[in-house]
Nanobody, 121 residues
Framework: QVQLVESGGGLVQEGGSLRLSCATS???????????MAWYRQAPGRQREFVAS???????NYADSVKGRFTVSKDKVMNTVYLQMNSLKAEDTAVYFC????????????WGQGTQVTVSS
């Protein structure tokens, strides 16, 4: 069984940094034929929103609210995808989720449990 595992969240002060990771248990992301990964977040009382994405060829895309502060990257074979978050703000507080695309994930609405990021002001 494939399970998405997000990790790296925690409590940090404004201006601080965190690095989130996304991988799978059971099988590696690369063996599942992943071609892209997106990060989303959901704050209390708000809808889930797009944060950043990375295509296997290296093309990235960011929400305006995180441009210049967040960086999405991957390991060499895209078994793990990262979200480096710098200059964190209180409004970045949310549960962060990764969502793979392509390969085995095509046509599947697959989400992990997320990782909580709390930024104190």
């Amino acid at each position: 069984q494939v399970q998405l595992v997000e990790s790296g969240g925690g409590l940090v002060q404004e201006g601080g940094s965190l690095r989130l990771s996304c991988a799978t248990s059971g099988r590696t992301l690369s063996s599942l034929g992943i071609t892209a990964m997106a990060w989303y977040r959901q704050a209390p009382g708000r809808q889930r929103e797009f944060v950043a994405s990375l295509v296997i060829n290296g093309i990235t895309n960011y929400a305006d609210s995180v441009k210049g502060r967040f960086t999405v990257s991957k390991d060499k074979v895209m078994n793990t995808v990262y979200l480096q978050m710098n200059s964190l703000k209180a409004e970045d507080t949310a549960v962060y989720f990764c969502k793979p695309g392509g390969g085995w994930f095509s046509g599947r609405d697959y989400w992990g449990q997320g990782t909580q990021v709390t930024v104190s002001s």
